[in-house]
């Protein structure tokens, strides 16, 4: 499986099968400009935290602006 995520010009890749995700890559850079951002950390204001047995989503800055 592979998951791509394309909001205006961000875009988010992952999956479970390393050489289809490599594949879709090489694609898309031969036909756009791409830049690569290793490890995700942050995305649509969504905080991803890798743990060892899964990965966790937090907004807490979304929330906490919202309550100001």
Request: with cysteine.
């Amino acid at each position: 499986m592979i998951i791509l995520v394309l909001y205006v010009d961000d875009m988010l890749i992952t999956g479970n099968h390393f050489k289809k995700k490599k594949w879709l890559k090489q694609h898309l850079e031969s036909q756009f400009e791409m830049l690569h951002l290793k490890q995700l950390g942050r995305y649509l204001g969504v905080i991803f935290s890798f743990l060892v047995t899964c990965i966790s989503m937090s907004q807490t800055r979304y929330i906490e602006d919202m309550l100001k």
